[in-house]
């Protein structure tokens, strides 16, 4: 579920384009003097407008700044605003599927690390959702996120993620027990022998619906009394395919406990906040599932998001963050 | 292109179910006595109604003789017609999204004889359309498209077919010569050692866009003068993935010639005509680019394919086909 944080009466995108414009202009003509373009921005009074207004609103507030001002708005924001702040808002101001088609793009420069990006992109959207990424991906980069997933990957990890971005999986909620049993055994021989037999376990994963699979992963617990993610502990391999096998599998399970316990918990423990992820998830979710991934972080951690945040960043980084989560 | 079979002016919906009920009904009283149910059918009037109606115009009469008279208009079909004729006919009564699921469903059941229908549906349509047949794909058959082609084959035809019916190619004309060229290697040095590296063939083939798959086509072929698909016919294999790939290939480089030269001959030409794979063509081809296919027929054949068809087919069907090639 969303974190409403849309205002309930908003002004005309034309006068929100307005306040913007003159937000990037305080005390400009004494500062544009002394500290060049940008230093005199009001940051707070960009964040009192844009976090407050939903996808549709923030892409008329875009078009019609262009209009009136002959600029690109997200270009105005990138000179305007600096470091993690500038990195959130241009995200945000960006459409569900453009914003996730420039991250996935982005991941593809450095995928043995950032695979967890493109898995969650291909399995914590709806099939429908993710045709709307793959198209915007189309327009922006002129080639399939297919193409860019493949040339930048070999072997099982190329298997396991070409598959994941590619299939449009069935989203209904219909499951096959006896399907769920089989392939539950399927899954036990394969991770058993320790060689493991990758292409049914990609196969399964590839394209079986979130539903089915989440009865296969169900069965497989109740049959050997352990998940199929400890299951794959045991299995030996030098590359990051099992680590992806294992994020692919958590994230269809309880794609709520993967955020919060995975990705948040994780981003936000370590010495040094990972804010790169940080953004992605808040910004990604805030207008989807974010209230869903907060309960699911404080069952985790015993904190709220919120405290996290408001612990680890700082400036109007934090402002916005929380902002969008609703505080 | 396609042919242009549609009347000018048709009546209503409602005229059009009305004439049908008639056709179905024509010496009902005396027939239903002596020859049962389907004996009085006036299939030419079923012909000159449904043979010159699009499919929108198509679906609106199913809907409102579904209304009119409390009985599906397929099954009418069904019960009052028969053979060739009536599976074409019932091909024919579907939207093009709905027929295509149902052939490939079809197919499945045989999938080591009827690979070639997998792979037009994934290559002859555009990235939308094949997102449409796999959205009436999880309608009719609750699960997807993937998953079926999936469980139904193993090894390198599984990974071929698999990523052909996945993929969301990127369905623009840009064109990369530098990657046309390398690839046109990776392909030559995979067919070449004789062993295949199958998994570089099937990223190639699955990923990228048709676009750029005619130019490294075209580049292998300048190179090496002689074309992919002869080069694969000296590799060996012992399943039927070479041929599916050859015919891949054949199918993504030249649309009409592979129907026309691949499909539509070997239908017409070998002792017994194959009306599975002529209604196929016809039908799926009719309102989209049965022109062109018939051009590259004429072209390679000297004969018109309505001059083929008049001569291999007879009765209903024949009249049928020949209606829908806009005879």
Same sequence: chains 1, 2.
Avoid at 15 to 43: H, M, S
Avoid at 242 to 268: G, H, M, P, S, W
């Amino acid at each position: 579920m969303a974190i409403n944080t849309v205002s309930q009466v908003v002004p005309s995108p034309a006068e929100d384009a307005a306040a913007l414009l003159k937000a990037f202009q305080v005390n400009n003509d004494l500062c544009q003097l002394f500290c060049g373009p940008g230093w005199g921005t009001d940051e707070q009074a960009v964040i009192a407008i844009l976090a407050r207004r939903d996808a549709t609103q923030r892409k008329q507030i875009s078009l019609t700044y262009e209009q009136m001002y002959n600029e690109g708005l997200l270009q105005r924001l990138q000179s305007e605003l600096s470091g993690d702040f500038e990195r959130a808002m241009c995200q945000w101001i960006l459409g569900p599927d453009e914003r996730q088609a420039v991250i996935a793009n982005a991941a593809m420069k450095c995928i043995q690390e950032e695979y967890p990006v493109i898995i969650e992109i291909a399995c914590a959207n709806s099939s429908e959702e993710l045709i709307a990424v793959k198209k915007a991906y189309h327009v922006l980069y002129k080639c399939s996120l297919e193409e860019d997933v493949a040339a930048g990957t070999t072997g099982n990890l190329r298997s396991l993620l070409l598959a994941l971005v590619s299939t449009y999986r069935y989203d209904g909620n219909d499951v096959n027990m006896g399907l769920a049993k089989s392939e539950a055994k399927i899954v036990h021989e394969a991770v058993r022998n320790g060689t493991l037999d990758h292409q049914e376990l990609v196969r399964i994963v590839g394209t079986r619906s979130k539903a089915q699979l989440k009865a296969t992963f169900s069965c497989f617990k109740d049959e050997h009394s352990r998940s199929i993610t400890k299951a794959l502990l045991h299995a030996s391999d030098p590359t990051c395919y099992l680590r992806a096998l294992r994020t692919t599998v958590r994230c269809i399970a309880d794609e709520n406990k993967y955020f919060a316990k995975q990705v948040l918990r994780n981003a936000t423990r370590e010495a040094g906040t990972d804010e790169d992820t940080l953004t992605r998830v808040v910004v990604m979710h805030a207008e989807k599932d974010l209230k869903g991934i907060c309960g699911a972080f404080q069952k985790r951690t015993s904190v709220t998001l919120e405290q996290v945040i408001a612990k680890e960043t700082s400036g109007d980084y934090r402002s916005f963050l929380m902002a969008l989560l609703g505080s």
